[in-house]
T-cell receptor, first 111, second 113 residues
Framework: DAKTTQPPSMDCAEGRAANLPCNHS???????VYWYRQIHSQGPQYIIH???NNETNEMASLIITEDRKSSTLILPHATLRDTAVYYC????????????FGKGITLSVRP | GAGVSQTPSNKVTEKGKYVELRCDPI?????LYWYRQSLGQGPEFLIY????????DSGLPNDRFFAVRPEGSVSTLKIQRTERGDSAVYLC???????????FGPGTRLTVL
């Protein structure tokens, strides 16, 4: 059974913020939210992760709702190079942090 | 190199043949993962190594698939009696910690004719 649900696709204009939603209504207290992306013909790339608090790094911001049942990945100024499949993953970090990918959301950034 | 490397980048074989796919993880990374990605799908976990030992091989689809990591660095994924359904991109990832951020290689595209 899927632990996360994401819309299949979305697009945004270059230079604008891209807000990618993810639902994880069955998340448990010790599960983190991770985001990866996969540009065409490349391996997945780690973006950001969080537990409860909002997080920001040089790539993106992660906003997690207070009940932790959903989150949003924000790319503040999308560029054409951000066109990719974005995966939202929940997992308990520990001895075996194998990633369970869904189908992800395809973000298309248009000029 | 600084990243995870995988060879070959492409492999075409005939049904029934044996193939080996190689992964060179980032130096010093003790955790190594293999995933398989079919067209239009997200990657699926195959096997996880911590050091030399396979700590979790629950994702291997059947006994035609086997992986080794004899010295705790390079890993080889071996597929016997290949079938057309084995065609996919095989991804390798490594990590220095038991956390969720893994560094992926570019993958090996396997085509079984």
């Amino acid at each position: 059974d899927a632990k996360t649900t994401q819309p299949p696709s979305m697009d945004c204009a270059e230079g604008r913020a891209a807000n990618l939603p993810c639902n994880h209504s069955t998340i448990s207290g010790n599960e983190y939210v991770y985001w990866y992306r996969q540009i065409h013909s490349q391996g997945p790339q780690y973006i950001i992760h969080g537990l409860k608090n909002n997080e920001t790094n040089e790539m993106a911001s992660l906003i997690i709702t207070e009940d932790r049942k959903s989150s949003t990945l924000i790319l503040p100024h999308a560029t054409l190079r951000d066109t990719a499949v974005y995966y939202c993953i929940v997992l308990i970090t520990g001895a075996n942090s194998k990633l369970t990918f869904g189908k992800g959301i395809t973000l298309s950034v248009r000029p | 190199g600084a990243g995870v490397s995988q060879t070959p980048s492409n492999k075409v074989t005939e049904k029934g043949k044996y193939v080996e796919l190689r992964c060179d993880p980032i130096s010093g990374h003790t955790a190594l993962y293999w995933y398989r990605q079919s067209l239009g799908q997200g990657p699926e976990f195959l096997i996880y190594f911590q050091g030399t030992g396979a700590a979790d091989d629950s994702g291997l689809p059947n006994d035609r698939f086997f992986a080794v990591r004899p010295e705790g660095s390079v890993s080889t994924l071996k597929i016997q009696r290949t079938e057309r359904g084995d065609s996919a991109v095989y991804l390798c990832a490594s990590s220095s910690t038991p956390l969720g951020f893994q560094f992926f290689g570019p993958g090996t595209r396997l085509t079984v004719l």
